[in-house]
């Protein structure tokens, strides 16, 4: 099932590369290395319709294929690229999963990880007061949680068998890492520190809370589905903050 997803995902790389030219932004993020179809693998007519399972195949994720032409790889773009390569090869163990709880807390807990490294990242690079400010409060809260979604991952293993509702699940997941990926790539690839920050952390949050709703609808954890919640209600709020530190920011 893993082939299917892959190729399905291979067509959307053309249009991200050529979506970061037309935007001339720097070098568009994530540098995972997109794996490939098994070999003698081949699509058919019920391949079309295949959850998406792995959104970035088919897409280049070295550190140069990163960097639009003539745009030269910063180490603070390196920096990011690597971090989201790590976090998008964690995220995709848990969107393998096929119970939805499971799956919820171990792709949010490779997304969380993600989150902290990015943090690290402004709090190195950036200088604006808020934007520092705000990567330190993601640092300290998502550690929390990192440490909440271990605990409850070695208590509670991953089913051998799918259940009804896993391949919804999996596609819906892998839907918004779609839109995270592309995003992302577009907002660390901005020169300006601070607006690599807040452009990359915008749609990194918008994915969370994707995927904590995503959790509300097909968990059945208590544990899990409340994390979920509190997961939308602190993002949201962040989600508007960086918002409005961007409009008031651009140059």
Known sequence: ????????????????????????????????????????A?????????????????????????????????PMLKEYSESMTKMHE??????????PDAAFAQGMLGHHIGAVDMAEIELKYGTDAEMRKLAQEIIDAQQSEIKQMKTWLASN???????ADTKAMQKAYADGMDAMHDDMMAGIADPVPDMAFARGMLPHHVGAVDMAETQLKYGKNPEMLKLAQEIIDAQKAEIEQMQSWIAANKV
Request: a negative charge; charged letters at 20%.
């Open 1 to 40: 099932m893993k082939t299917h997803y892959k190729l399905r995902l291979s067509v959307i790389a053309a249009s991200v590369s050529a979506a970061l030219l037309l935007s001339a932004c720097q070098p568009a993020n994530d540098k995972v290395e997109a794996p490939v179809a098994e070999e003698g």
């Open 42 to 74: 081949t699509v058919d007519a019920t391949q079309a319709d295949a959850p998406a399972m792995d959104p970035h195949a088919g897409h280049d994720m070295s550190a140069d294929a990163m960097v639009a032409d003539g745009t030269p790889m910063t």
């Open 90 to 99: 964690d995220m995709m163990i848990g969107m393998d999963y096929n119970d």
């Open 157 to 163: 293993p991953d089913t051998k068998t799918p259940t």
